[in-house]
């Protein structure tokens, strides 16, 4: 996603400076949502004020929504027939690796230390067998975070809170075409 | 409906970390609990959702608001769901781009990506082989890890695009289902 849009606004039509884009990545990676519909916001907001980004997240939305509404209404002509339902429970197999090879994705970035693997573990397994609202769990991965390395350092430890820069090579190996 | 298919989608955005398969569990316990939609149906619009372009989350705010409310519940879901990035991005780039980096902040992160990459592994769990099978070991549970295999072997070794995966799978059902 993030090469498509770089390629666009930097190189093509200059809205933004090269060394902006690490910024553009930062923050589109890390606040809620799409990284798509991040990025533009960020673009527009930056182009143009709140009405660019309004402008900017229409733009990204409105091809997704259309091809989304246009299968569903599709799919609700032919929920009955049984070759359409076999297709689908194909499709929902490929779904499945399409999720493990994002989580994998993640378990590269995420998992730089034992404590990091510790909190995965426990967020899995509370999911699991607990039915704590994933909000709650979302929210004590915040606080173990500032708590582990703000302790850590107490200690004299040294702390990384971020992974080893990835290579580019993994970056074409997972088409953030879905996220 | 309309409000409500707007605010739940909307409180949903907020905490969507990691953009997409991590809030399908939250999406799901927020169907069930209202009693919206359920497990199978959800199954459904998590495989029609995974296959368009785009967010997975959004997506399914557009599925579910279909599914719920015609036309005019897709546009409020899929509203809520992507208000919040508005929302949040301009608020960053407006007055926190000097606190974005800082330590406090790269600490909150260090905590939140574990638990993020903690939903993503259980969504594929739990959509994979625990929802609404008794037995684990049924002829469908089993075509299923076949498939995924497949899809995992054509992408990590071939380098196919998900698309074409995703169009193959859809066959692959037709003869094995």
């Not at chain 2, 549970?141 to 074409?164: D, S």
Request: hydrophobic share 55%; net charge positive.
């Amino acid at each position: 996603m993030i090469p498509v849009i770089e390629r666009e606004v930097v190189q093509k039509r200059g809205w933004l400076e090269q060394e902006e884009i690490a910024d553009l990545v930062s923050v589109a990676g890390t606040a809620p949502g799409g990284v798509g519909v991040n990025s533009a916001v960020f673009i527009g907001y930056r182009k143009s004020g709140i009405a660019g980004a309004c402008m900017a997240v229409l733009g990204i939305t409105l091809p997704t929504f259309a091809i989304v509404y246009l299968l569903s209404v599709f799919y609700l002509n032919f929920d009955n027939n049984p070759k359409i339902i076999a297709a689908l429970k194909g499709i929902h197999g490929a779904i499945i690796a399409l999720i493990l090879l994002a989580a994998f994705k993640m378990v590269k970035t995420s998992l730089i230390d034992v404590s990091t693997t510790v909190i995965v573990a426990a967020a899995l397994a509370v999911m699991l067998f607990t039915s704590i609202h994933p909000l709650f769990i979302i929210a004590s991965g915040i606080v173990a975070g500032i708590l582990l390395v703000n302790g850590k350092e107490l200690l004299g430890m040294k702390v990384r809170t971020e992974p080893e820069t990835s290579r580019p090579s993994d970056q074409q190996l997972f088409p953030e075409y879905y996220i | 409906m309309l409000g409500q298919l707007f605010i739940v989608f909307l409180k949903i955005g907020f905490i969507s970390f990691g953009g997409g398969y991590a809030v399908i569990p939250m999406i799901e316990r927020e169907m069930n609990r209202l009693g919206w939609i359920d497990a199978h149906a959800f199954q459904k619009i998590v495989s029609l959702a995974g296959m368009s372009p785009g967010p997975i989350a959004t997506n399914s705010a557009t599925l579910i608001g279909f599914n719920l409310a015609g036309f005019p519940g897709a546009i409020a879901a899929t509203l809520g769901m992507v208000l919040p990035s508005l929302i949040l991005v301009i608020v960053i780039v407006a007055f926190c781009m000097r606190y974005h980096r800082s330590k406090q902040v790269k600490a909150s992160f260090y905590g939140l990506r574990p638990i993020v990459t903690g939903l993503i592994l259980y969504a594929a769990l739990h959509f994979g082989f625990l929802s609404h099978s008794e037995t684990l070991f049924t002829w469908s549970t089993l075509m299923t890890m076949l498939i995924c295999t497949g899809c995992l072997y054509a992408i990590l070794k071939y380098k196919l695009h998900p698309i074409v995966v995703i169009v193959a799978s859809g066959f692959a059902g037709i003869v094995l289902f």
